[in-house]
């Protein structure tokens, strides 16, 4: 158990909707970072956040948008669903961001179904 | 532009046999780089890391992975498998000094036979 919670763990949807996933990092963690597995796509970076600041972005559509709250847990909204955005979006947490590297921990993932 | 290549996308082992999972990596400098275990349904859990020093580093559950610089290449070994390594392994590299992300490569899915 890493001690990154991802909520829920399946969510099943159709085209055009949106959902919200839930991220809690382990405790005092501050950096959140998102990632993507797909099939075609394999394992993509999505954005990072750092004490509720945008630090960073990749490949991430602008139909997604994430955030992070006071609490530092985040959120991942995804709107107007594809069928291609079915996926396992993982969460991760580091306790910082720059001044070298420092251990991302990886949650179990939430998969995404759209159909 | 970075990028992460393992070559193999399957790997089959007998169990006991040794293992290299190979990785290379395109990046203008020595990036940081790793390797991830991802077990059925589970997160990634981070085997071994590489920053600078000595190329050859050991990690958990007894793996060890070689940088070589003039090759850009970040292998993976274990000289005998167990059937609980039966796994999808990641080699991921992030920029050194920078912000954390991490690119990953497709993946190489490790199949180990009693």
């Known amino acids: 158990d890493s001690g990154v919670t991802q909520t829920p763990k399946h969510l099943i949807t159709a085209t055009g909707q949106r959902v919200t996933l839930r991220c809690s990092p382990r405790?005092?963690?501050?950096?959140v970072y998102w990632y993507q597995q797909s099939l075609d796509q394999g394992l993509q970076f999505l954005i990072q956040y750092y004490n509720g600041e945008e630090r960073a972005k990749g490949n991430i559509l602008e139909r997604f948008s994430a955030q992070q709250f006071p609490d530092l847990h985040s959120e991942l909204n995804l709107s107007s669903l594809e069928l291609g955005d079915s996926a396992l979006y993982f969460c991760?947490?580091?306790?910082?961001?720059?001044?070298?590297?420092?251990?991302?921990?990886f949650g179990p993932g939430t998969r995404l179904t759209v159909t | 532009a970075q990028s992460v290549t393992q070559p193999d996308i399957h790997i089959t082992v007998s169990e006991g046999a040794s293992l290299e999972l190979r990785c290379n990596y395109s990046?203008?400098?020595?990036?940081?780089l790793f390797w991830y275990v991802q077990s059925p349904g589970q997160g990634l859990q981070l085997l071994l890391k590489y920053f600078s020093g000595d190329t050859l580093v050991q990690g958990i559950k007894g793996f060890e992975a070689e940088f070589k610089r003039s090759q850009s290449s970040f292998n993976l070994r274990k000289p005998s498998v167990h059937w609980s390594d039966a796994a999808e392994y990641f080699c991921?590299?992030?920029?050194?000094?920078?912000?954390?992300?991490?690119?990953f490569g497709a993946g190489t899915r490790l199949a180990v036979h009693p």
């Open positions: 991760a947490s580091s306790v910082a961001e720059t001044g070298g590297w420092y251990e991302q921990y």
């Open positions: 990046y203008g400098a020595t990036p940081y």
């Open positions: 991921a590299v992030a920029p050194a000094g920078g912000y954390n992300k991490l690119i």
């Open positions: 405790s005092g963690d501050l950096s």
